[in-house]
């Protein structure tokens, strides 16, 4: 079992930058495919990005390629995403989740069976 809190959120106006941090409890983080997903007021939570157990692979949603970066640092047990040229479509709550299932499910939220409680990025006009 893994327990996850996201950290990193916050206000920042149209074209500015943030890095999320996902700090895992547990001495068997880099046996999970970790992810970011987002959830806007009013619609469905949706995959961003993940990242395998090595670090090796890594995958995007088409409207963040280019822009933002998943990381992890399997000997701090953090997961990270560094997110830049920020829009206001990117306003939703983040969380990160945890998976032991096969890379190839990741961008599936039932894939992941811990989430942690979400932190808010607010990106103004």
């Known amino acids: 079992q893994v327990q996850l809190v996201e950290s990193g959120g916050g206000l920042v106006q149209a074209g500015g930058s943030l890095r999320l941090s996902c700090a895992a409890s547990?001495?068997?983080?880099?046996?999970?495919?970790m992810a970011w997903f987002r959830q806007a007021p009013g619609k469905e939570r949706e995959f961003v990005a993940a990242?395998?157990?090595?670090?090796?692979?890594?995958d995007y949603t088409d409207s963040v390629k280019g822009r933002f970066t998943i990381s992890r640092d399997n000997a701090k047990n953090t997961l990270y995403l560094l997110m830049n040229s920020l829009n206001p479509e990117d306003t939703a709550i983040y969380y990160c989740?945890?998976?032991?299932?096969?890379?190839?499910?990741?961008?599936?939220?039932?894939?992941?069976?811990?989430w942690g409680q979400g932190t808010q990025v607010t990106v103004s006009s």
């Open positions: 989740a945890a998976a032991s299932r096969a890379w190839g499910t990741h961008q599936a939220s039932g894939s992941y069976a811990y």
């Open positions: 547990g001495r068997t983080f880099s046996t999970y495919v």
């Open positions: 990242i395998s157990r090595g670090g090796v692979s890594a």
